[in-house]
């Protein structure tokens, strides 16, 4: 294929994560990029060799651009996607799609209207043991599933919240653990367990006295098949433990994924150095490919940086789908989908009652 001429938005620190991968894929021929702090644009332009600049709309216009990312601090996807999507581009946007319901709709009518498309990152899909997990479920090989959990024990300190003056609070972060840690891991449970029912959440502020926001949430989870889920999502614990996903099928056997071993890695400064691995598989006769599993998942990631791979296989996919003409991995409606968890739990917390799906 032709390479995409592509862009960035938000030269920060996953931004770093996306300008190696738009530099190395032969999908990409990585162009420009963009930031407010036009210093900033211009440190990575001189860097990756591309052409900096402050304004969106000139970046696309001047450059041809045909494909951005979208890396920008949460309340602020909205804008640059918007412009970017009316202004002819397609456009991948950083995790959580939006902070709110109304700017993910604005999103994805802009980009429908403007007849391109729109995809949010969630390469924890991507994840070789995710990926076993999702088979075996499509499979049928524990049959319905019918529980699910996401346990994330996880730890951020007090140098993490002032490195950067939006974390941390409401107005420039839009939430804390859910919004900002836990989006991969609802996504997950959506994706392996379907659409949502009804969801019962509280959310508080444990021992980070210092933010605004939540560092812990729980939530119930009741899906349309029947299924039930929970979510206990935490930064409270240090050292961080471990995150899991874990499905429990109908005929009674399990699968389960450790996405995330100690605290989960902080983009641009720390690092992913135990494998993702699944940690529960009691598919009857598979029970002895748990072993061989982990084995594979040690080896493959001592031949890969499993903290920047995912993310460059999901762009990869992204520009593929431009190419091919068909949805990305992740559309930006299934990406909706996590703004609607984590509205609904701040929502219950809000009122003590269960929100019923979907929530406008
Ligand atoms: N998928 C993942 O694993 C992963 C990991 C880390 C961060 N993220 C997501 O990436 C996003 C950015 O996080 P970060 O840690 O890189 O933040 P950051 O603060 O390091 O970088 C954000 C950059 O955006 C720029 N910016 C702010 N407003 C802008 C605007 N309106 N137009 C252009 N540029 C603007 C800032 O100047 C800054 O350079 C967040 O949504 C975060 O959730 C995802």
Redesign the pocket.
Known sequence: MNPIRTAL???????Q?HAAALCTLPESHFVAV????LE?AQAFASRYNVAPF?S?EEMIRNCAVEAVMI????P??D??CIVAAESGAHVLV???LASSLAACDAMIAAAENSNVLLGV???RRLFEPVQRMKAAIDAGKIGRPILGTFTGLSWRDEAYYRS?P?RGKWATEGGGVL??QS??QLDLLQWFLGPIDEITGYWSNLNHPYIEVDDTAIAIIRFRSGALGNVVTSLSQKPGIYTKVHIHGESGASVGVQTDTGAT????VTSIVEPPTNDLWTIPGEEHLLPKFQAADRDRCRQIDPTTHY?ALQIQDFLRAIHDDHPPLVPGREGRIVVEIFSAIYRSNELRQPIKFPVI
């Open positions: 938005v938000g030269c920060g620190k996953v931004g994560i963009c930031d407010s702090q900033r402050d969106v890396c920008t601090p949460h602020l996807h804008q640059p950083e995790k959580p990152v969630s390469q950067d939006w919004v900002n989006p991969h890695f902080v983009a641009g993310h």
